[in-house]
């Protein structure tokens, strides 16, 4: 097995693309070539909360990063909230209206059963169990020949150890996630770095744990050679390890939102006000508020939009994602 510790996300995935590039065979798939590591791999991240790829070379959306975590947290399915963000997400739906495999908080939340409030009730009862265990694998899709949308992430497993630091003898809460194929670039260091980091950290914060490290290991980490994202970083390496501020607490350090709440209150009922003190209202709705203007044709030109939406943006109270997303958007001006 190969094993990867991560610190800053830009340097780790320098790494990770250095050890595919020395270690990797080329292999043909379904979706084109692929470069591959020839064993499994444990990417290791000691702190969960360096959860932002901020590199200009990557040029990762952190607004559908973060919006596809709170669409997850409502344990929510359909698809259309995410095309906004990402209209790619409709070429993985089977019917046109949802996603299957991919919508993990559906699974996390609805399919089976609430996993995640019982996860949190028993990480609050018995914070050494062994057994607490949330699936995102549906034995049914073994069967299946014709869709589009097989989940890739499998479990997610949780566990505590004591911190013989701690005055206040709060134990520290480890997550393993395991997956069966991952594409280094969108996948494994794109959104599973974020939404299961902010799953991770939910979790902590809801059980009354302390934040620990976060595993992800995947049976096939691969990277797509003809993606044009992959092709910008393996061909610049040397330029991935610059990166701006990629530490983001913010969730725990306002309150992190309510398991039922989120996307659904903020989407539907539009429940989230600019004066609410929380998570939602400081971070999510600035950062929605933000892209809205930016995608709203009507309120003016490109470069118009993008100057307004960086002026909402001031007002997010998370560091990183506010002058990442300001980057982001920058980067678009023409």
Known sequence: ????????????????????????????????????????VCLEYPMPQERLVTSAIRDANPFFHLFETMWMFAGMNEIEPLLKYNSGMAQYSDDGKTLRGTAYGHRWRVKWGDQLQEVVSQLRLNPTSRQIVMSMWDPNELFMKNSKDFACNLQVMFSTRPNRSSKDG???????VTNRSNDLIYGSMGSNIFHFSMLHELVAFQSYLQLGTYYQIANNLHLYTENPAAARCLENLGRLSYSGNCFDDSMTRLGAP?????????VRK???????????????YPMIAAYDRFKDKSYGSLNTRIESACEILDKCASEPLRVNGAEWLTRRMK
């Open 258 to 266: 309510l398991l039922m709440q989120p996307y659904d209150d903020l």
């Open 1 to 40: 097995m190969f094993h990867f510790v991560i610190g800053d996300p830009n340097i780790g995935l320098s790494q990770v693309l250095e050890g595919l590039r020395s270690d990797g065979i080329s292999e043909e798939s379904r979706n084109g070539p692929v470069l591959r590591f020839p064993r499994p």
């Open 170 to 176: 709060r134990r520290i809460l480890d997550m393993t």
């Open 270 to 284: 539009n429940f989230i006000q600019p004066g609410d003190q929380t998570y939602l209202g400081q971070v999510v």
